[in-house]
């Protein structure tokens, strides 16, 4: 009886995405009629609440429901992976048709990956402490060289340090967000270059006393920071996914998803 | 008389020529040599062809073995593999006299002194059970989130004690095999002759003990060398940082196979030197 | 010179009782030696002289005072009394002469330069003027058997005791050892020896004890013990070894 039910049930599941995914995205997906999404481990705040992108919550996990639904998915057709950032780029089959984590585009990434068209802009801002506002430190350029920084090794924040801010000092470098954190917390570095989302949950949420001192806009640099979905090289699945963000864009779906969940980021002082 | 030399000179004659075990000893030889060349030959060729036979040896090619990436970011791995000989330097010395100290608190024998003895033994236990990158952690982060000032809360400075800590309580079990293994006859002659134990530890343990595991530290030492890339994970940009760093820009996995060769350039001659002292010391004591 | 007293030496290891109430009279400038078969308990008795193993019961008197008394620091002791080993125990990581240096220069803190008209003349007077710069692996076992008894003659002992030294060495080298023990005999030096050199203990012993299964079986000057032993198990054991 049970089997029968769950026969029952998989078959209409199947008929009705058979349906709903014909146009695309059909065929193209590691499983028929179900898209498979990575992100990180643990995902962010505010990228996804909780860790828990099945609630839709968060900004990522919202375009990721919106990019799945535009491509003909249904809600209960997109499953969640994991994955850290060396299984993203490594070689060899993928087990998700794409992965977002704030994954920025660049020309050497997209030799080994591709990536869809970018879903958001990041600035890149400074998050500090109190004492080290007090100490002088302000969105003033000149007052942040004499700083001992710090970074995320695996982010574009490495390069971007020695292109804007040019520390005085070799930066120290992580190997993820919290540990960026804790050595803040032991004083063992004074400020940390993050894209703007993380840097506000970070001084925010994380730290007792973390201040973000100000960021700088995407249009500062040479290389802007952009986020894509990561795919496997040569994904037949990347002209749905950029299809589907260039509708959202123009519908302005995308602009206020960005608004619900990130809007924080307006306000933040620029630093000159 | 005149026979047996006749028959000496006939001997030493024949010597010239080689003898028969001679011949079948190089023959045996020969045919052992040609076999094994032909086996790896045949193993070399195996792996040659049949590697990038597989669907997937382009996409690893392109993403491990990248001459491009390599020549790109093989100067900046030589110049932060630097970092990582400094932090070897300055830890090794401390290793080996904090090593040497433990091992002395655990040879105590006088009862007043019997919480020395306890303290190296926990002090081995509990460094010698944790694993190096959580006491790089722990110690890392959490001595100088006490609130030290600068510059004595730098990750270069802790990381290095939480290394020295780790490696010590390994030093130390070395040392003491050695003064374990020096015969108890040697005590009995030092304390004949009433020599302190003080001074016969000093003067005649010690000295032969500590040439004894000269082999079985320098193993420990080459581990060191590689252990010293878990330093990166509270910030310093040694090499194993700075490769992941090229990999993360790049998004290929070149610059770690440029580190793994960096780091063998120095420890296969490492490892080779140990095993030829080893083999010496087996030589002597056989 | 010095004279020592055994009375009734009692030492085991665990449950073996390796001497059961020794008791024994080493006069000033006395020769004695202890023999039997290995495991009688010769070693232990002379270990136990000098303080290397402590005593269970009994006691041991050097010039009448009580030197086995728990607790006593053995330091003081044992310079008073050398021993030589079966096996010569140099500290092989030394020179011989460095060997000979080690223990009066930590022990009686003099430097190298005081020591060394001393030692050379001991290195001299036993034939080694030429090894004193070698190390132990590069001389013979006679030739180490020499630096160890010169080492310990240099800490200026009252009495020597000297165990089975010549045990370890080929019967070619047997003799060297043997003659530095006569010169040390003419001087007068007061010795214990385990050995089983029957002829030497026969020709220059003041007394011979025949220990077996720990206890001293039978005693008394060479001669006697040697050609006419009063006990049965004596008898039997010389049988064997002459």
Known sequence: MKLMTSTALVFALMSSSAFAASHCAAGKTLKDDVLTVATGNPAYFPWVMDDAPESKQGFEAAVAYAVANRMGFNDDQVTWVRSSFDQAIQPGAKDFDFNLQQFSITEEREEIVDFSAPYYSAAMAVLTRKPVVDGGASSDVETLKGLIWGADANTTAVPMLNDLIQPDKAPLLYGDNADVVEAMKANQIDAALFDLPTALYLGAVVLDDGVVLGQFPPERTDNPDQFGFLMEEGNPLKECVDAALADLKADGTLAAIEAEWLQETTGVPVIE | ?286 | MATLELQGVVKSFGANIVLDGIDLDVQDGAMVCLIGASGSGKSTLLRCMNLLEPIDDGMILLDGNDISTPGLDPQPVRQRIGMVFQSFNLFPHMTAVENVMLAPRRVHGKSREALLPNVADLFERFGLADRMGHYPDQLSGGQQQRVAIVRALAMTPEIMLFDEITSALDPELVGEVLDVLRALREEGMTMVLATHEMGFARELADKVCFLDQGVIFEEGPPDRVFSAPERERTREFLRRVL
């Open chain 2, 1 to 286: 008389m005149a026979d047996l030399q006749a028959n000496r000179a006939a001997r030493s004659a024949a010597r010239r020529e080689p003898t028969r075990r001679q011949i079948y000893e190089g023959k045996v030889r020969r045919r052992s040599l040609t076999i094994a060349a032909a086996s790896t030959l045949a193993v070399v060729a195996v792996l040659i062809v049949a590697i990038p036979l597989a669907p997937g040896w382009a996409a690893v090619k392109k993403s491990f073995f990248n001459p491009d990436v390599f020549a790109k970011t093989f100067p900046g791995l030589l110049n932060a593999f630097l970092l990582d000989v400094a932090i070897f330097a300055w830890c090794a010395p401390a290793i080996a006299i904090l090593g040497l100290a433990i091992a002395l608190c655990r040879d105590v024998r006088a009862p007043a002194l019997y919480p020395l003895r306890l303290f190296g033994i926990l002090y081995t236990d509990i460094f010698r059970g944790v694993p190096v990158i959580l006491v790089i952690y722990l110690i890392g982060f959490g001595v100088p989130g006490l609130g030290l000032p600068r510059p004595w809360n730098s990750p270069y400075l802790w990381g290095s004690v939480a290394l020295i800590l780790t490696y010590a309580a390994y030093v130390a079990e070395v040392f003491r095999s050695g003064i374990e293994s020096i015969h108890a006859s040697q005590r009995s002659a030092a304390a004949s002759l009433g020599l302190s134990s003080a001074d016969t530890m000093r003067y005649v343990i010690l000295p032969q003990a500590v040439r004894r595991v000269v082999p079985a530290n320098m193993n420990l030492f080459i581990a060191l060398q590689k252990d010293v890339a878990l330093l990166s994970f509270i910030g310093p940009v040694e090499i194993f940082r700075q490769a992941g760093v090229y990999k993360s820009l790049l998004a290929n996995f070149t610059p770690y196979v440029g580190a793994a060769l960096i780091f063998l350039a120095v420890t296969i001659p490492a490892t080779r030197f140990a095993d030829h002292l080893m083999q010496k010391q087996m030589r002597e004591r056989s």
